[in-house]
């Protein structure tokens, strides 16, 4: 017998959160989130994304336990600005019990009917800024804080019950040791003359800050065309500035900006903590914090989180420029490996950012798809 239950209470939202602990225990290739972290972001008293969406959380108990979840999220700017009448369902995990699936993404799909949707994709987050996708290759590959990790069985649990494949992202790395510095150098002299572009680097977070707002406009000019876009609110971006441009490593953004010293171009990387994270086992005390702070200060592997350039500027190498201070920057570093994160197969201007580095395909997701 499987009950879902719909969680109401702080007590409830924590066994939600915890869920994913017990279903990857012992696995050395799943990131746990910190707990805390996880619970405010679900909280909208906390998060701004709840201005414009809403979020139903679902847990399904079997013989006392719980051995499922899901959030049904419903992005009212994508349905009623963009008139995409998508019904979204996201952090979803389960054990390998397909009745258990059915019955969650059935919450889900009640949800999507009562609110005269017309189709579930899934899993996605509240907008591009979270996690996507059900990993279907590379299930033997370590994974990151930005993506999900799962189980095998979950794609054959989607496709079983009729979701369909709706985008195919790839997740890619490469050596640092295949970036050509003095081509990056050469070119990148080149088109700063050119454009009449400078580069900026930063020592410091507060130097940066003045230009996060700035950082979002190009970002939604550059990603406006791709189809799983959905804009960013202020307040979004104001929340986006607090958790996380403060953890970042300052030497680990990167800007380009014109002769008027208006921003054309930028790049986030994070250090990896993804080893870090294990070790802090979801707590930042007594010795989470700790695991955390020496990963930022000494990772070997990096991990491309944003990278964006204004549409005038785009297919003229003026990436070339960022790429040229990430060289600089990561040979002083000793850093040994790129990682990138989730890009949709069908994105043939990034495909051709990074060909030149040799990058290897060490996994794929999906989003998957069904009509209501």
């Excluded at 847990?59 to 995409?84: D, H, L, S, T």
């Excluded at 996507?132 to 649990?157: A, R, S």
């Excluded at 939604?220 to 996380?244: C, E």
């Amino acid at each position: 017998m499987i009950t879902i239950k719909e969680v109401t209470s702080k007590q409830e939202m924590k066994a939600f959160v915890l869920f994913p602990f017990s279903l990857y225990k012992d696995n050395k290739y799943w990131v746990p989130p910190i707990i805390k972290d996880e619970i405010d972001n679900f909280n909208p008293t906390k998060n701004p994304v709840f201005e414009n969406a809403d979020a139903h959380f679902f847990v399904a108990i079997k013989n006392n336990k719980i051995v499922g979840r899901v959030i049904a999220i419903i992005n009212w700017f994508e349905v009623e600005k963009q008139q995409i009448k998508k019904m979204r369902f996201g952090w979803f995990d389960v054990i390998d019990d397909i009745e258990v699936s059915r019955a969650l993404l059935n919450k889900v799909k009640e949800i999507g009917q009562q609110n005269k949707l017309t189709y579930i994709e899934g899993p996605v987050g509240f907008n591009n800024l979270d996690k996507t996708g059900v990993l279907t290759e590379g299930f033997d590959h370590i994974g990151t804080m930005i993506t999900w990790y799962n189980h095998p069985y979950y794609k054959e649990h989607l496709e079983q019950l009729g979701f369909v494949k709706e985008k195919e992202y790839l997740e890619n790395k490469f050596k640092f040791k295949n970036v050509d510095g003095v081509y990056f150098d050469r070119i990148s002299n080149i088109l700063k003359r050119r454009f009449k572009l400078k580069a900026l680097d930063f020592t410091k977070t507060k130097d940066i800050m003045p230009y996060v707002d700035e950082m979002f406009e190009v970002f939604s000019a550059s990603y406006a065309k791709l189809s799983s876009f959905v804009p960013i609110s202020d307040a979004q971006i104001a929340f986006f500035k607090k958790k996380y441009i403060s953890f970042i490593n300052p030497e680990y953004i990167k800007f380009v900006v014109d002769e008027h010293h208006k921003l054309v171009a930028f790049a986030i990387v994070m250090p990896s903590f993804s080893e870090a994270l294990q070790k802090a086992k979801g707590k930042l005390f007594p010795f989470g914090l700790f695991h955390l702070l020496k990963a930022k200060k000494h990772a070997k592997d990096v991990t491309f989180y944003l990278i964006g350039v204004h549409p005038e500027y785009q297919n003229k190498g003026v990436h070339a420029i960022i790429f040229d201070q990430y060289t600089k920057t990561f040979n002083n570093l000793g850093i040994e490996n790129c990682i990138r994160t989730p890009e949709l197969e069908d994105n043939e201007a990034i495909k051709k950012l990074w060909e030149n580095f040799k990058p290897i395909t060490h996994k794929r997701r999906r989003t998957y798809r069904k009509n209501l």
